[in-house]
Each structure stands twice: as C-alpha cells, then as structure tokens.
C-alpha cells in the first residue's frame, strides 16, 4: 500500500467511485445509488457541485473522501463540509483515512475555511474514536435534521 496516492478525482474516476459508494451504502446497511443516481453524481461532479479526493493503489481507486463547501454566519468564513469518507475493507488499517482527513484539512486552509465538518452514525465508535484522535469533537448537542422525498416537496409548497 505505500504506492497508493491521494489525489483529486478525475472524471474518468467516477464509474470507480460509485463502487465505493456502493460498498459505503452496503456497509451502513443502506440502500446505495441507482443507475439514474450515479448519472446524477457523475453530472453533478462535472458542475462543481462537489469536490473529490482518491486513493488510488496500484491503478484501482480503494478509497474517496466527497467534500464540499457551506459558510458559517458566526466565523463569517467558508466551512469544509465532509459527506463522505470511505476506505475499502481491503485497504483498510494502512493510514489511508488519516491521510484523507489531513488532505482535506489542507484543503479547508487553503480555501480559508473557519471549520472542517462532518458527521458520523452513533453507532461507529471506530470512526468516533479515529476522529478524537485526529483532535475533532464529537458534539452530541447537535442532531442532525433531515427533509426528504414526500416530506420535502410538501415543505416547499
């Protein structure tokens, strides 16, 4: 594993990626994208709707880190918001999600973020743990809200 590299995607990447999505959906236990979904991602990537990094060992990619950019009123600054962070089984425990998180931490300094943000299921103490170790904060005193499907076309009449 040390030839595998972190690198930001290209196009031609996106076929890999919505494997590792799938592999991500099948780990949560959730359903993953379809085929009209992974023509929505690979669109969406092509607008600059959101941003990539990979890993890529040995010409496959084994992992991807999906980010994009929010704001936050009170920093008054961009923030780096982190959707997806997903290593494969088979690549894991070699650093990659270390490596993942500090690139994108770069990548929030670069672009003058105020935070780095992301969220992780309560029941994944291994990722909870991985994040404190990186030095993040595990705030419980902010829940998650979500609108979709029925709920949200009715909200937006």
């Known amino acids: ?16 990626v919505v494997g590792l999505v799938r592999a991500l959906a099948e780990f949560e236990k959730l359903p993953g994208p379809d085929d009209d979904a992974a023509r929505r991602l690979a669109d969406d990537f092509a607008a600059k709707r ?10 496959a990619l084994v992992g991807y880190a999906l980010y ?5 009123t ?22 990659l999600g270390e490596r993942f998180m500090r690139s994108l931490a770069k990548e929030a300094v670069a672009h003058g973020c105020g935070r780095f943000e992301w969220t992780v299921l309560d029941w994944n ?28 076309i009715a909200l937006a009449k």
Not at 138 to 152: A, D, I, P
Request: charged share 25%; glycine share 6%; with cysteine.
């Open 50 to 59: 959101y941003s990539l990094f990979v890993a890529e060992a040995s010409g």
């Open 125 to 152: 103490v291994d990722a909870q743990k991985f994040y404190r170790r990186l030095g993040a904060e595990v705030m419980s005193t902010w829940w998650t809200c979500r609108v979709t499907g029925e709920e949200l």
């Open 68 to 72: 994009f950019f929010t704001y936050s």
């Open 1 to 16: 594993m040390n030839d595998t590299i972190i690198r930001a995607a290209e196009p031609r990447d996106l076929p890999s």
């Open 74 to 95: 009170f920093l008054a600054r961009p923030s780096l918001y982190l959707e997806d962070l997903f290593v494969h089984p088979d690549a894991r425990g070699r650093g």
